[in-house]
């Protein structure tokens, strides 16, 4: 279990605890993250970690850490040994998220994305950026229903309607009530709605693809992996497990050039120019590099 640092807060007849992970914690989190093969989304090791993740990576240790006698945080909620666990919200960020997108006048402005991502995190962002993509395209299709409408409204009163028996034909206008509102929505032009609805389903479920792509592209989640992220939650968890970092030694680079260029240095003069010649291209390289 990692060494959480807590503290009491005594509110309302209440005791709470506030939890805090120490800064390694995130630091192997970030490092195990770099070297996945799944979860590559972050390149450079001395980017914060978003509030986001801290939270989630908190709240997994807390769910799989166990006492001395094998209970975990649920069975102490069961025990009523802690009525709840919750994290806490940033006044200042929801007071700007309020401002900037949880308000009527935020329907006819794009949503702050980047804001959301940063406070609840890639999945519920994407949430929401799905759910304002499906909203912003339902407008067409809303438009394109309710010139359909508007035709059945505007025949409404000469459209004649056939009886299903040997009788004369009659006007729309004189049958039942229900006949009446069921042209309105099922006319001639329903079916051309139909076939245009159909098209519209296609081209805004690969718009979406293309959206979607760009922003999952702009966060580097794109080949997120959420089995791997657990696992690297459980290797930081574990404090008999460290994760040992790599550093690049330039004298066993060297020392395994030498002997394989000494391997040639008999029979194959050639062999050996070339290598020599790879051992100066190399050094080249990491002097430029640094």
């Not at 970030?30 to 090791?45: H, I, P, Q, R």
């Not at 009525?83 to 329907?107: I, M, N, P």
């Not at 293309?210 to 089995?227: G, Q």
Request: hydrophobic fraction near 45%; proline fraction near 2%; charge should be neutral.
């Amino acid at each position: 279990m990692v060494n959480l640092s807590f503290q009491k807060i005594c509110h309302d007849d209440k005791l709470f605890y506030g939890l805090l992970a120490p800064n390694e914690v995130f630091e192997d989190y970030k490092y195990l993250l770099k070297v996945s093969d799944a979860c590559n989304w972050v390149g450079d090791t001395k980017a914060t970690v978003p509030q986001s993740t801290r939270i989630r990576l908190v709240h997994h240790i807390l769910l799989n850490t166990y006492l001395d006698n094998g209970e975990d945080l649920k069975e102490l909620l069961k025990n009523n040994v802690f009525e709840t666990f919750f994290c806490l919200h940033e006044r200042k960020v929801q007071k700007e998220l309020r401002k900037k997108w949880a308000r009527w006048s935020g329907l006819f402005v794009r949503q702050p994305m980047r804001d959301v991502k940063c406070y609840f995190g890639e999945k519920v962002a994407l949430y929401y950026l799905w759910l304002g993509w499906y909203t912003m395209l339902l407008v067409p299709a809303a438009l394109l229903g309710l010139v359909v409408f508007l035709y059945g409204l505007a025949f409404f009163h000469s459209n004649p309607l056939m009886c299903d028996k040997r009788c004369t034909v009659w006007h729309l206008s004189d049958t039942c009530t229900y006949a009446k509102v069921s042209h309105l929505f099922d006319n001639e032009g329903t079916v051309a709605f139909a076939m245009l609805m159909a098209i519209w389903a296609t081209l805004f479920l690969e718009l979406w693809k293309r959206h979607r792509a760009v922003y999952v592209s702009k966060w580097k989640v794109y080949d997120w992996c959420e089995e791997e992220e657990e696992l690297i939650m459980d290797i930081v968890n574990d404090q008999d497990c460290k994760p040992k970092h790599y550093r690049h030694s330039y004298f066993r680079s060297t020392l395994v050039l030498v002997l394989v260029t000494l391997m040639f240095i008999h029979d194959h003069a050639n062999t050996v120019a070339v290598m020599l010649g790879a051992v100066l291209h190399y050094f080249t390289i990491q002097i430029m590099t640094r």
